[in-house]
């Protein structure tokens, strides 16, 4: 192994040595605690040190990196403090993620770290986020974002690639290629030998360099992120490497040829950079010694101090607290001056003073800039905000949704498009996983709204009608709302880009141009988590909403019944006061919703009325929702599909007891 020094003095190559061993000696501890049953799982970056230490050693303090399972010398180069990291591999109350996730598995804004999700790849469009706040902003700044050989094969690797490389974002994605995804080899995960032949297809740089070589790392990474600060681009870099203990400890490296595993440890980065400094007589064998021997005592002296601290005690009151962010939401009045306006308009007009109210934030999503969007909500935005804030994007829901999040670290709002509600699909992970947890696992906000357009009667079928809101109601760590009409739209659209938390915000395609209503002029917000009464009666409540609403109004009028039909408004948090209010009034219930009827959101409330309003109850509570079938897309297998047809059947059983 050749180590170049470039100019850097004895005293550098010193430091880099402190910083490079640092993370080996923790392992040496840390594998120790594993077999006394000291802490639960390990994931050893051993023999990988001189790619996360030469990456955080490469960048300025205030540039982020999001690192992985084996990415230690990240940690310590970035100064994080001893104690309370050995506090996070205990799952102590004073760790990083309060005791609810392990390892390596958080982040820490005050390092400027972003910490991974187990599924790998979502993190690479995190970084895209990040990059883009930099470049919205100007500053200079690069950022590093880590994956490994086996995760570059996941779809959120290339969606990240490629929305970088489109966008020109100052982002370096360091691939680990250490020879295996768990226990299968390189070869059978990709058809290769070098990922820097990835580069050519995204149209951007691709460099490859010895990993375990630490100087290596440096001199080819420093000049890179030097570079992107002053022309902001994406590159690929590839650091070769090799993981010389199980990709957990339990899982052992039994797969693993002997004669491989031999010669990779005589590459060992921190054997190789000794021997180097002695030949070059930078330092003496005694003061490595001593070197080793100073860092080992600050580790067992922080070991120490974090096994001293209590075992964590649960506080449900304390879980719940941390799914949000703090907020307290102050409901903005509307005026007193209205205009009549469709629902596609009144969406139109909360985004655009919302875009107004927030000089930072960006909407982004498929064809949302020129054109509009699809559902023409976007229209003029362009010639208004400019493309930097209202951006279209490829087609790739799951990078765009890490995007999101990447810019509310950096402290910027959006607001991403579905194209569809159905095309949620593609960035499931992102929400359910990384928005939803994100605040509840260490501390970070995800200030994004989802945007879903809705729901069936447009004769779209199977891939363009579906309602899936249930989904997300299942999801802690998720706001869901759902308008039925367009002030309401427009009040609950300006609450949730308000928040600094994730919303799903559901609005529904039929009533786009269909309906119309008063709507207050200039910015207002409705109170989010509070249902409101579309009509008042005594004879029975109907819970729904969305367009459910306007199925249970017509149908009460043409039956001459006197109910209240109470729209929910918001889906997660539900307005129980509101349910239990109205069953106590009228002693008869029927949730209506046009989600399919098994796991909607029905059988939740229908559960919840049963268990804590039962005695106000004269009659069963009853549900009528859509059948359990895909969204036919023909008109009259659409409209047998919908609850709206067999609405007042289901009225007069209820009625009938």
């Not at 040496?28 to 605690?33: A, F, P, Q, T």
């Not at 005589?266 to 070059?280: C, H, V, W």
């Not at 990447?406 to 928005?435: H, P, R, W, Y």
Request: charged letters at 25%.
């Amino acid at each position: 192994m050749k180590f170049d020094r470039k100019k850097r003095s004895d005293k550098q190559l010193l430091a880099i040595y402190s910083e490079l061993v640092t993370p080996r000696l923790i392992e040496e501890k840390m594998l120790i605690l594993l077999r006394q049953g000291k802490i639960s799982k390990w994931f050893s970056g051993i023999g990988q040190e001189a790619i996360s230490v030469g990456a955080a050693l490469a960048l300025e303090k205030d540039e982020y990196i999001l690192p992985m399972h084996r990415n230690l010398g990240v940690f310590t180069s970035r100064g994080v403090e001893l104690t309370q990291l050995f506090e996070q591999f205990q799952g102590k109350a004073n760790g990083f993620t309060k005791g609810r996730d392990r390892s390596f598995h958080f982040g820490s804004k005050a390092h400027n770290i972003v910490g991974m999700i187990s599924h790998l790849g979502p993190q690479l469009g995190v970084a895209d986020g990040i990059a883009l706040s930099r470049l919205l902003r100007k500053e200079p700044k690069a950022t590093i974002v880590f994956t490994g050989d086996g995760g570059s094969s996941e779809g959120d690797f290339h969606e990240a690639l490629n929305v970088a490389s489109v966008w020109s974002l100052p982002v370096i994605f360091i691939i680990e290629n250490n020879g295996y995804g768990l226990s299968t080899p390189s070869s059978e995960q990709f058809n290769f030998d070098s990922f820097v032949v990835k580069g050519p297809a995204y149209g951007i740089e691709a460099h490859s360099v010895e990993g375990n070589n630490i100087l290596e790392v440096l001199n080819e990474l420093e000049p890179l992120v030097e570079s992107i600060r002053k022309k902001p681009r994406p590159i690929i870099f590839e650091a070769k490497t090799f993981r010389m203990r199980g990709h957990e400890e339990a899982s052992g490296t039994k797969y693993v040829p002997k004669e491989l595993m031999e010669h990779w440890a005589q590459k060992d980065p921190i054997e190789n950079f000794e021997r180097y400094l002695l030949k070059e007589q930078v330092v003496t064998s005694d003061e490595l010694e001593k070197i080793k021997a100073k860092i080992r005592a600050e580790v067992n002296n922080s070991v120490k101090k974090a096994f001293a601290q209590p075992a964590i005690e649960s506080d449900t009151q304390a879980e719940f607290a941390d799914l949000f962010a703090p907020f307290d939401q102050e409901i903005v009045p509307a005026g007193s001056h209205t205009s009549e306006k469709r629902l596609v308009d009144a969406i139109s007009d909360g985004l655009r003073e919302s875009m107004e109210k927030y000089p930072e934030m960006v909407i982004m999503g498929q064809d949302v800039a020129d054109y509009g969007g699809v559902f023409k909500i976007t229209e003029g935005f362009v010639e208004q905000f400019g493309k930097a804030r209202v951006r279209n994007t490829p087609l790739c829901e799951s990078a765009i949704v890490g995007t999101g999040l990447g810019l509310s670290i950096a402290g910027i709002k959006s607001v991403v498009e579905m194209q569809f509600a159905d095309f949620v699909t593609c960035g499931f992970n992102q929400i359910i996983n990384n928005l939803a947890k994100t605040h509840y696992r260490w501390g970070q906000n995800a200030d994004v709204v989802v945007r879903m357009p809705t729901g069936a009667g447009v004769g779209a079928g199977p891939f363009h009608s579906q309602s899936n809101e249930a989904w997300f109601v299942h999801t802690p760590g998720l706001k869901v709302v759902y308008p039925s009409n367009p002030a309401d739209a427009k009040g609950l659209l300006n609450a949730a880009i308000e928040d600094p938390n994730p919303y799903l915000y559901f609005e529904h395609k039929y009533l786009y141009r269909s309906l119309s209503g008063e709507v207050p002029d200039g910015y207002y917000t409705t109170e989010v988590g509070k249902a409101a009464l579309a009509r008042e009666g005594n004879q029975l409540s109907i819970i729904t909403y969305g367009l459910g609403v306007h199925w249970a109004l017509e149908a009460i009028d043409e039956m001459g019944l006197s109910a209240d039909v109470l729209d929910l408004r918001t889906l997660l948090p539900w307005d129980k006061e509101a349910v239990a209010a109205t069953t106590r009034k009228t002693n008869r219930v029927l949730v209506l919703h046009e989600d399919c009827l098994t796991g909607g959101i029905g059988g939740e409330i229908a559960a919840w009325i049963g268990e804590h309003c039962f005695e106000h109850l004269d009659a069963p509570v009853m549900r009528e929702a859509s059948l359990d079938t895909p969204v036919p897309f023909a008109k009259a297998l659409e409209e047998n599909f919908l609850p709206k047809s067999r609405l007042k059947t289901k009225i007069q059983a209820l009625m009938g007891y």
